[in-house]
């Protein structure tokens, strides 16, 4: 062990955090010229191995277990990098101690690439410099609308009482689509602009489609602000610039998807999440955080407001208003007068179809074309077909390393064309790749046909069904091409646009005005989907895509195709009613013991065999089971184990009064990408027990060697 009574000052040895899985920090003894440069937060360049890697110290230590042989000296402060952030280590250290995960696997990946990359011996300047030289700047776009707009009076009393809150507080925003929440959020955080000269502003959004359309109206109301923008997507440089920009304070204004909430901002005033039930805030790889829930964090930490908004709250949020932590504010009426939709449903058994439309279907949206107005119509199901199938013996297009299908796409021709269509069999979870087959591999049958249809071959059949219509397709295999779904979007609400065919990317966030008709297909998979959160997602998409329609006129459509016309959603979507819907479903979750009345972690396995990744599985259960009885041991030696609350589903094992622990069980798609899953259940009433647990049971599970892969995901989403 060396201690500072064996090298000097505490300073001289540091804990330096790295993005490496399952390290809690790794130390480093410092060299005497740069002793006094170092604090809790600074950025350092340390060794690895024969490389280097970029890390932050997040700890001065006055002794360490590493023997001195092993102990390397770090390599110095980074030059140029920003100066250390408290706030900003107070979230991260909350995150990782909330997610159960090492503080470096939170830190590192949320700093852009560019700026934790450590630097070439003869690279000229430093990343901080090159990217302090892209400063976003502030821009004066003539064309758009840089005055507030006349509020209703649902608006003006959300403001008011935004304007009202003071230090932390949340505020849940109710506002039917159409209500106007963007110009709430936007005269809202002008107001906070123009108290301090240095207050910084956040505005999350769930997807990067929403971001240019955002951005703008961002732009013509602030046009003496440079806006930072923060999303997945942007270019290296440019992330980088508008990520050290925000952190140094020298923008006031950011938005971005997820991945914003994790940077640093000096003078953070005010936070908004807008589309606050989104499943996109929460992340599905690495650190498995929900960008919505650190949001309220942060600003209980900074001590500021939050603002969450959506015409369909999560029950979560909306459980949280009903109990009065949050301020719930109702806006129930569209501006300028707008009627909320028509829903139709029309049921498809046994009736011919044109292309998977009805003739209701086909009917309203004539009826839209003729009258100079714009139809949508949605299926969230991108590619030509989700199989490709034989007649003649059965063969379906599975692919081999999931337990999915390959999709039949059809790619995309070059201008000018005149070589028929090709296409090609794609999963859409592993991301292999592959020519259609010319024949059957089983029979050799020469006729394969597609079998359903995807966006790509409902665009197809609309083109068939309406010669003159202009027609634009927005989905994710758009938007891989640069700003060709941000150009489709434009050119809709230009007027250039007919028709839009889409997935879930064109229902929310868009102010289509000329659009009165909205078409909705194949919907009916959710509402017998083995998920528990199905119907309230499916609630929240319908209402989000229902209210693209007759935002600036009345007799707006919405028409559903579905098997199911009496279904009590499709009642209460007819009627608008989120409030009841909500209702109805927190009684149901609280009589089946489910979220968000009850908490739940995930503890994931994966391997070359199912057999494997349930052994360990069993493993972990049976630590889990021993840990409980070792905590329920009254002194005497005996054990304690009250009946369990009267539930939908019972464990088999004797559990603690809080945690359950279940038995490991295959996951909804047990291989992916060559790799077989399975996943073991635990749950709780009470987040800190189970957090409490979850802490013991992992630093046991630690210890077990094992060459499976696992992962813990506290707050899944999906099961």
């Known amino acids: 062990m060396i201690s500072s009574n064996e090298v000097g000052s505490p300073a001289q040895i540091v804990r330096v955090a790295l993005d490496i899985p399952a390290s809690e920090g790794f130390d480093y003894t410092v060299p005497p010229s740069y002793r006094d440069d170092l604090a809790i937060g600074s950025w350092v360049l340390v060794p690895w191995g024969k490389a280097r890697r970029i890390g932050l110290v997040i700890a001065l230590l006055d002794q360490t277990e590493v023997p001195p042989e092993k102990l390397r000296a770090l390599l110095g402060p980074l030059q140029g990098a920003p100066a250390p952030d408290r706030h900003w280590f107070e979230l991260l250290r909350f995150a990782a101690t909330y997610y159960h995960r090492p503080f470096g696997e939170v830190a590192l990946p949320a700093i852009p690439k560019l700026l934790r990359t450590p630097p070439a011996a003869r690279s000229r300047g430093s990343a901080f410099e090159r990217a302090r030289a892209r400063l976003p700047q502030a821009v004066a776009p003539g064309e758009l609308p840089a005055d507030p707009l006349p509020l209703t009076s649902g608006q003006q009393t959300a403001i008011d009482a935004l304007q009202a809150a003071r230090g932390f507080s949340v505020q849940l925003l109710h506002g039917v689509t159409g209500s106007g929440k963007t110009e709430v959020y936007l005269q809202w955080l002008a107001s906070i602009l123009a108290?301090?000269?240095?207050?910084?502003?956040?505005?999350?959004?769930?997807?990067?489609?929403?971001?240019?359309q955002l951005i703008r109206q961002l732009q013509g109301r602030f046009r003496a602000e440079a806006v930072a923008v923060l999303h997945s997507e942007l270019p290296d440089g440019e992330r980088a610039a508008h990520w050290l920009a925000a952190a140094e304070g020298r923008v006031r204004v950011v938005v971005g998807t997820r991945l914003a909430v994790l940077t640093p901002m000096p003078g953070l005033a005010a936070i908004v999440v807008d589309e606050e039930h989104d499943p996109s805030y929460k992340q599905h790889e690495g650190v498995r955080y929900s960008a919505r829930d650190l949001a309220v964090v942060l600003a209980q930490q900074r001590k500021i407001p939050v603002l969450l908004g959506s015409a369909t709250p999560s029950l979560e949020s909306w459980l949280a208003a009903r109990r009065g932590r949050y301020r719930l504010l109702p806006m129930p009426e569209r501006v300028g007068g707008g009627q909320l939709p028509q829903l139709q449903l029309v049921e498809p058994r046994a009736r011919q179809q044109r292309h998977g439309l009805l003739g209701e279907t086909v009917e309203a949206i004539g009826q839209a074309l003729a009258a100079g107005r714009q139809a949508l119509v949605f299926l969230n199901r991108r590619g030509y077909a989700p199989v490709l199938g034989c007649d003649a013996c059965g063969w379906l297009s599975r692919c081999e390393s999931c337990t999915a299908f390959r999709v039949l796409?059809?790619?995309?021709?070059?201008?000018?064309?005149?070589?028929?269509?090709?296409?090609?069999?794609?999963?859409?979870?592993?991301?292999?790749?592959?020519?259609?087959p010319r024949l059957c591999p089983e029979c050799g049958n020469l006729d394969l046909s597609p079998v359903g249809r995807g966006t790509q071959r409902l665009e197809e059949g609309l083109a068939e069904i309406f010669p003159q219509a202009r027609i634009a397709r927005v989905d994710r295999d758009v938007a891989r091409r640069r700003n060709a779904a941000r150009d489709a979007i434009d050119a809709a609400h230009a007027g250039d646009i007919d028709i839009l065919v889409g997935t879930q990317m064109l229902a929310k966030g868009h102010d289509f005005r000329r659009l009165s008709v909205v078409a909705v297909l194949d919907v009916d998979a959710a509402l017998y989907s083995s998920d528990f959160r199905a119907p309230e997602r499916l609630f929240a998409l319908m209402m989000q895509v229902a209210g693209r329609a007759g935002r600036s006129a009345a007799g707006a459509r919405v028409v559903i195709q579905t098997r199911f016309p009496s279904h009590p959603l499709f009642t209460a979507l007819a009627r608008q009613d989120y409030d009841g819907f909500a209702d109805e479903l927190l009684t149901e979750r609280r009589q089946a013991a489910l979220p968000p009345f009850v908490f739940l972690a995930l503890l994931r396995a994966e391997a070359p065999s199912l057999q494997a990744a349930t052994d360990f599985l069993d493993t972990a259960a049976q630590i889990g089971r021993e840990l409980l009885g070792r905590t329920m041991a009254e002194p005497d030696g005996s054990a304690s184990t009250p009946p369990e609350p009267v539930r939908l589903r019972r464990p088999s094992e004797v559990a603690s009064p809080s945690v359950r622990v279940y038995d490991p069980v295959p996951m909804p798609m047990m291989r992916l990408a060559g790799k077989e899953r399975a996943q073991l259940l635990l749950e709780c009433e009470s987040r800190t027990v189970l957090h409490a647990f979850l802490r013991d049971w992992l630093a046991e599970l630690q210890a077990v060697r094992t060459p499976v892969r696992w992962l813990l995901e506290v707050d899944p989403q999906e099961i």
């Not at 790619?411 to 296409?423: K, M």
């Open 195 to 212: 108290a301090e000269a240095k207050a910084q502003v956040l505005l999350l959004v769930p997807e990067i489609a929403l971001t240019p």
């Open 409 to 436: 796409h059809r790619q995309a021709q070059a201008a000018g064309g005149g070589r028929p269509a090709r296409f090609r069999l794609v999963c859409h979870h592993c991301g292999a790749d592959g020519p259609v």
